[in-house]
């Protein structure tokens, strides 16, 4: 039997974070080997409260959740309790039954599973703001070094923004920390933009109807993205679900459904101004300097959403 790859999530854990984490551990090629949390779309402990939830509605195995940083590293957190709830998940009373944090930061233990891998043998799947791995790569910079892929759901892509006509959330979160990554060096890290998850990316009423009819796992993927579907009847005119963690995950762990994916010099704003958290994408190379990051930005909508029914046990 072929070794199953690990990845690490870090995760702000909210309603789509759920689904993707859902997917990741109903996929048998992966082992999920820890859950890190983040502040982002919630405070760091309710993502990690609602990532437990979501292991035990994934019913398979039951990777560690660590606690990672609750605050921003220089910007106030500003919750995403419009999108995805006040609690995250639906405001529809989703709560762990059975399982519990594990003692230990996050951060480090992030580290020190890396250290006791192989290089390049984990993947990092990271699904909020990058605060924890910034961190992560201030504290131990070869432990992270050891990582293979670095795959990342932020930046606009080559598109628009979400939270202002420039910047997307998990970036504009922490854009300090979003540019320790982008800076860092670190050979393969993997932006997938909020573009790849829109446009025949997105999954439509029917198929949400599918998917939630299709037993307790897809049950539990849609109602908790209740809110985002209200919030999208307003904004996209129907309720359809704009899945970016999902598509991030997708890219990662099933990586023929990437359509795009190039290689650009990348560059995050600070400047304390209204394009803060944006992603200069230098897609021409018109500055001339080294490309540092991927950028992806579109999926095959049918093999990313196939990948989808499969994780998450729809016939
Ligand atoms: C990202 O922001 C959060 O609201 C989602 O969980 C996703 O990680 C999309 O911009
Ligand atoms: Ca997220």
């Known amino acids: 039997m072929e070794e199953k790859k690990k990845i690490i999530i870090d995760t702000d854990c909210g309603s789509d974070d759920a689904m993707a984490i859902a997917m990741a551990l109903n996929d048998p090629a992966y082992e999920v080997q820890l859950i890190t949390a983040v502040s982002g779309?919630?405070?760091?402990?309710?993502?990690?409260?609602?990532?437990?939830?979501?292991?035990?509605?994934?019913?398979?195995?039951?990777?560690?959740?660590?606690?990672?940083?609750?605050?921003?590293?220089?910007?106030?957190?500003?919750?995403?309790?419009?999108?995805?709830?006040?609690?995250?998940?639906?405001?529809?009373?989703?709560?762990?039954?059975r399982l519990k944090v594990s003692e230990g930061n996050g951060v480090v233990k992030m580290i020190e599973a890396l250290n006791a891998s192989k290089p390049g043998e984990i993947d990092i799947v990271a699904l909020g703001p990058l605060t924890n791995l910034a961190i992560a790569i201030r504290l131990d910079y070869e432990a992270m070094k050891r990582a293979g892929r670095i795959v990342i759901m932020g930046t606009a892509g080559l598109g628009e923004g979400n939270v202002s006509p420039v910047a997307e959330f998990n970036i504009w979160q922490d854009a300090e920390a979003a540019k320790i990554v982008a800076e860092s060096g670190l050979e393969h890290i993997v932006f997938v933009g909020w573009d790849a998850c829109l446009g025949e990316a997105m999954l439509t009423p029917d198929e949400i109807k599918t998917i939630e009819e299709s037993g307790p796992l897809g049950k539990f993927a849609i109602e908790c993205n209740r809110c985002l579907m209200e919030l999208n009847k307003e904004r996209f005119g129907d309720?359809?679900?704009?899945?970016?963690?999902?598509?991030?995950?997708?890219?990662?762990?099933y990586p023929d459904c990437v359509e795009r994916c190039e290689k650009y010099y990348c560059e995050v704003d600070i400047s304390n101004g209204p394009s803060y958290g944006a992603v200069l994408v230098d897609r021409s190379n018109v500055l001339g300097k080294e490309p540092n990051v991927y950028i992806c930005s579109k999926l095959y909508a049918d093999k990313y959403k196939e990948y989808i029914y499969k994780t998450l046990k729809v016939k």
């Open 41 to 97: 779309n919630v405070p760091m402990r309710q993502a990690a409260t609602n990532a437990l939830t979501t292991i035990e509605y994934a019913g398979t195995y039951e990777p560690p959740v660590y606690m990672g940083c609750d605050k921003m590293l220089l910007k106030e957190l500003e919750c995403a309790y419009e999108t995805h709830g006040n609690d995250g998940m639906g405001d529809i009373g989703l709560v762990p039954k």
């Open 239 to 253: 309720y359809y679900l704009d899945m970016a963690d999902p598509s991030a995950m997708a890219a990662a762990l």
